[in-house]
């Protein structure tokens, strides 16, 4: 079993940075990939950022590529989310997931366990 926390989220003017946190317990955490994952209101869950078990691979949507940097730290068993130049269309509920496989998907029906989000707000 994991269980996934978020914080970090907030309002922030467009432009601005905001990094998003992830802590997971259970001793399993380690093996698997890890995910974020958005939905604004009246939208789909869409997926945001994804990372392997060991770090070594990451992946994005194209809409935060070049934006948006995703890490994680097995040592504090956290996940992060760097979000930088902000826009209003980032503007959404934000959570992160575990994939019980290694290499993780952009599906989130793929992702075994949620957190239950945190709130980023970006104003115009």
């Known amino acids: 079993q994991v269980q996934l926390v978020e914080s970090g989220g907030g309002l922030v003017q467009a432009g601005g940075s905001l990094r998003l946190s992830c802590a997971a317990s259970?001793?399993?955490?380690?093996?698997?990939?890890m995910g974020w994952f958005r939905q604004a209101p009246g939208k789909e869950r869409e997926f945001v950022a994804g990372?392997?078990?060991?770090?070594?691979?990451?992946y994005y949507a194209d809409s935060v590529k070049g934006r948006f940097t995703i890490s994680r730290d097995k040592a504090k068993n956290t996940v992060y989310l760097q979000m930088n130049t902000l826009k209003p269309e980032d503007t959404a509920v934000y959570y992160c997931?575990?994939?019980?496989?290694?290499?993780?998907?952009?599906?989130?029906?793929?992702?075994?366990?949620w957190g239950q989000g945190t709130q980023v707000t970006v104003s115009s």
């Open positions: 997931a575990a994939d019980r496989r290694p290499y993780g998907s952009r599906l989130s029906s793929e992702y075994a366990y």
């Open positions: 259970g001793r399993t955490f380690s093996s698997y990939a």
């Open positions: 990372i392997s078990w060991s770090g070594g691979s990451t």
